[in-house]
């Protein structure tokens, strides 16, 4: 028990919290003072399992404006904004960059260069050539002629996010079921109900359903009730974690290429997460030799440093996606269903914490988020 009384934990509406990856993790810690929360993870809370253990981190509005609709662009600038302040309510320190993001193109690229700057929604970018491209990355492939500036943009450390929020939970004292299976169960003619051995979900005034893909086996099975979940697919990422502390990159770096663009994404102790955006699979596999090739060589080419940096992992994994590539919030009851961030799980996390948190106490939200709120916000009846 905390430091608040028994009495105080009385008054306290209950909160279930389903899954524990980043958006579980999150609003179990922005929920933790006013309610009683308790977590339920079905794996033994190292997130191994989730979206969020492989991604990037990248904080990009403007650069995926390019591949999603200008509403999205405006949450994830005011997502970005939120970030540091919700990082100050942890109980450890989270790596957090603010110096924008660069876009780079070989000779041979260029038109997709133009194409993809063509697709931004927003003016915020700065068209740069080789001598400013040296100046800003002193160390990049000096064939780059010509790249685009986008200063608005950031990043953070995913993993070490992931750590930070589990500490501050644990020192808060949530309790957290560790290797707890969730299952959906919707018996005909009574309401949805939440089922996990050993724990009974009605004693619980709200239920927050965070399990991204796994809640996909439970909306197959109940099509009829779970029609918004039943649309979600996997969407297939790739990722290679490099150690490469001679390779000195101050921002991360998209690189044009002819299949997709190539990010690379560097952390702290001269890590670096390079992936490609997306690939239209379900497919669990790691990642294939082709794939492993074209990303290492991406890096070659961008810095030669690479050449004899260490490989610490190869790995993929699926990102939870609607049809539309955008997520959504329905509501059903006292059961809340926050799923479909797709590659945006980063981008827009605080900002769908934000709304969950105007649903709970029923305040006036802001123009922005009011304006976007028929994109994520889907109510039963």
């Given at each position: 028990m905390t430091s608040r009384s028994i009495n105080q934990d009385l008054i306290r509406p209950?909160?279930?919290?389903?899954?524990?990856?980043l958006m579980g993790r999150m609003l179990a810690v922005s929920l933790m003072e006013d309610y009683q929360v308790e977590?339920?993870?079905?794996?033994?809370?190292?997130?191994?399992?989730?979206?969020?253990?492989?991604?990037?981190?990248?904080?990009?509005?403007?650069?995926?404006?390019?591949d999603c609709s200008k509403e999205i662009m405006q949450l994830g600038a005011r997502a970005l904004q939120q970030w540091p302040d919700f990082l100050s309510k942890l109980t450890e320190p989270v790596?957090?960059?603010?110096?924008?993001?660069?876009?780079?193109?070989?000779?041979?690229?260029?038109g997709d260069l133009e194409l993809f700057k063509s697709?931004?929604?927003?003016?915020?970018?700065?068209?740069?050539?080789?001598?400013?491209?040296?100046?800003?990355?002193?160390?990049?492939?000096?064939?780059?002629?010509?790249?685009?500036?986008?200063?608005?943009?950031?990043?953070?450390?995913?993993?070490?996010?992931?750590?930070?929020?589990?500490?501050?939970?644990?020192d808060s004292g949530v309790v957290w079921h560790k290797q707890a299976q969730v299952t959906r169960v919707t018996p005909a003619g009574e309401s949805p109900m939440y089922h996990c051995e050993g724990h009974e979900f009605s004693q619980f005034d709200w239920i927050f359903d965070c399990r991204g893909l796994g809640a996909k086996e439970d909306a197959m099975s109940d099509n009829q009730v779970n029609k918004p979940l039943a649309q979600l697919r996997g969407v297939r990422g790739e990722v290679i974690r490099l150690h490469a502390p001679n390779v000195t990159l101050s921002r991360?770096?998209?690189?044009?290429?002819?299949?997709?663009?190539?990010?690379?994404?560097?952390?702290?102790?001269?890590?670096?997460?390079?992936?490609?955006?997306?690939?239209?699979?379900?497919?669990?596999?790691?990642?294939?030799?082709?794939?492993?090739?074209?990303?290492?060589?991406?890096?070659?080419?961008?810095?030669?440093?690479?050449?004899?940096a260490e490989i610490l992992a190869i790995e993929s994994g699926c990102?939870?996606?609607y049809w539309d590539n955008e997520p959504k919030i329905k509501v059903s009851g006292n059961i809340v269903s926050v799923n479909g961030?797709?590659?945006?799980?980063?981008?827009?996390?605080?900002?769908m914490v934000e709304q969950c948190l105007h649903l709970l106490k029923g305040t006036e939200k802001s123009s922005v988020v009011t304006k976007i709120m028929p994109l994520l916000m889907v109510k039963d009846g």
């Open positions: 209950k909160i279930a919290i389903l899954g524990a990856g977590l339920f993870d079905r794996d033994c809370g190292d997130a191994k399992q989730s979206a969020a253990y492989l991604a990037a981190a990248m904080l990009a509005p403007l650069a995926e404006s390019a790596f957090f960059q603010k110096k924008g993001s660069l876009v780079l193109a070989f000779e041979q690229d260029l697709r931004l929604k927003g003016d915020e970018y700065e068209l740069i050539n080789s001598l400013e491209i040296k100046e800003i990355e002193p160390g990049v492939n000096a064939r780059f002629n010509a790249g685009l500036l986008l200063p608005n943009e950031g990043q953070l450390d995913n993993r070490g996010l992931l750590l930070a929020l589990s500490k501050t939970l644990k991360p770096v998209r690189l044009m290429h002819p299949r997709y663009p190539i990010y690379i994404a560097p952390k702290e102790a001269g890590v670096f997460v390079v992936g490609a955006t997306q690939i239209e699979s379900e497919d669990s596999r790691k990642p294939t030799v082709k794939s492993a090739l074209e990303l290492l060589s991406a890096c070659f080419s961008v810095h030669r440093g690479f050449a004899e990102r939870p996606a961030l797709f590659r945006h799980g980063y981008l827009l996390a605080p900002v």
